[in-house]
């Protein structure tokens, strides 16, 4: 079975903290696809990252990383020194040879001033 | 910077009656899908579509949904007669092809969404 789970429904830091999301995924596939979307409170879907399987490699850009780890079926955000308008909530999502994305069910994220 | 423009942004409907939610995707892309987030839910596949035709929909995509692509501009999702769970964000996007294995593992651009709200 193909699922996405982020098992942290809503995290409330302190503007400038770091704080990271998790995303935890199952495939049979050895071959697929992992996002991270950003939905801000006026409703759009915004890609922030794409990795393929076979990249292991973590990213870094600008204040957000991500963490891929196949051997826990992971790939976690986090975002440091965090700011007000990172406040959203954020999507995991996965696309195997099915060819479409399953999303997680969000992290809803407040940062508070 | 390309986007996806959905159109309404809001729209409320009573029970039974026909909607169509429109999207104009980017223009240079050919995949193009539709996806619903019920509030405070996950966002679920409906339906995606290429070379003018359905290439794969979910269980949520019954007989009351349909989607065209009229004019070669516009993407359409009609919603027959709607049920008060259809009440949710509906989400268009679209991707370019991609020389990546996996041949939907697009990076999808999506629209800012249309609110349905069925009374």
């Known amino acids: 079975a193909q699922k996405v789970t982020q098992a942290q429904t809503e995290i409330s830091v302190v503007e400038k903290e770091d704080v990271t999301l998790d995303c935890v995924y199952e495939t049979r596939d050895t071959t697929y696809y992992l996002f991270w979307y950003k939905q801000p409170p006026s409703g759009e879907l915004v890609f922030l990252i794409r990795r393929n399987s076979f990249d292991e490699q973590n990213e870094i850009s600008g204040r957000y990383s991500w963490n891929f780890q196949k051997s826990t079926s992971s790939f976690n955000f986090t975002i440091t020194a965090s700011q007000v308008v990172d406040s959203a909530v954020y999507f995991c999502?996965?696309?195997?040879?099915?060819?479409?994305?399953?999303f997680g069910k969000g992290t809803r994220l407040h940062i508070l001033p | 910077e390309p986007e996806v423009t959905q159109t309404p942004s809001h729209q409320v409907t009573q029970m039974g009656q026909e909607v169509i939610l429109r999207c104009v995707p980017i223009s240079n892309h050919l995949y193009f899908y539709w996806y619903r987030q019920i509030l405070g839910q996950k966002v679920e596949f409906l339906v995606s579509?290429?070379?003018?035709?359905?290439?794969?929909k979910s269980e949520i995509f019954d007989d009351q949904f349909s989607v065209e692509r009229p004019d070669g501009s516009n993407f359409t999702l009609k919603i027959r007669s709607t049920k008060l769970e259809d009440s949710a964000m509906y989400f268009c996007?679209?991707?370019?092809?991609?020389?990546?294995?996996?041949?939907?593992?697009?990076?999808?651009?999506f629209g800012a969404g249309s609110r349905l709200t069925v009374l």
């Open positions: 579509f290429y070379n003018n035709e359905i290439s794969e």
């Open positions: 999502a996965l696309v195997n040879r099915d060819d479409k994305i399953i």
């Open positions: 996007a679209s991707s370019a092809p991609d020389r990546g294995k996996i041949s939907g593992a697009n990076v999808l651009t």
